[in-house]
């Protein structure tokens, strides 16, 4: 099994910044993906980004050029730079990880944007 535990949610007002971390542990072997979605209250959960084993990454139209996800391999641990906040950006962040055929998720964390 894997877990992840994420961090770095909170409160901020619009235009602030925060930083969000995950870090796996368990039975990791070799990490296929990992990255960020989130669900506001009443939608449905949406990726947000994602970075792959390679590097590459892919975010959602809405938050490019305001958040950059990395990837530290030898930790296991993935991260969200968010910059620009805006009040639509509020909503619980889950971090998603694949790893062959298996999905693992973290148990989010709140981001609230004050406007």
């Known amino acids: 099994q894997v877990q992840l535990v994420e961090s770095g949610g909170g409160l901020v007002q619009a235009g602030g910044s925060l930083r969000l971390t995950c870090a796996a542990s368990?039975?990791?072997?070799?990490?296929?993906?990992m990255g960020w979605y989130r669900q506001a209250p009443g939608k449905q959960r949406d990726l947000v980004a994602i970075?792959?084993?390679?590097?590459?990454?892919t975010y959602q139209d809405s938050v490019r050029g305001r958040f950059t996800i990395s990837r530290d391999n030898a930790k296991n641990t993935v991260y969200l730079q968010m910059n620009s906040l805006k009040p639509e950006d509020t909503a619980v962040y889950y971090c998603?990880?694949?790893?062959?055929?298996?999905?693992?998720w973290g148990q989010g964390t709140q981001v609230t944007v004050s406007s």
């Open positions: 970075i792959t084993r390679g590097g590459g990454t």
């Open positions: 368990g039975s990791i072997f070799s990490i296929d993906f």
């Open positions: 998603h990880l694949g790893q062959g055929s298996g999905r693992y």
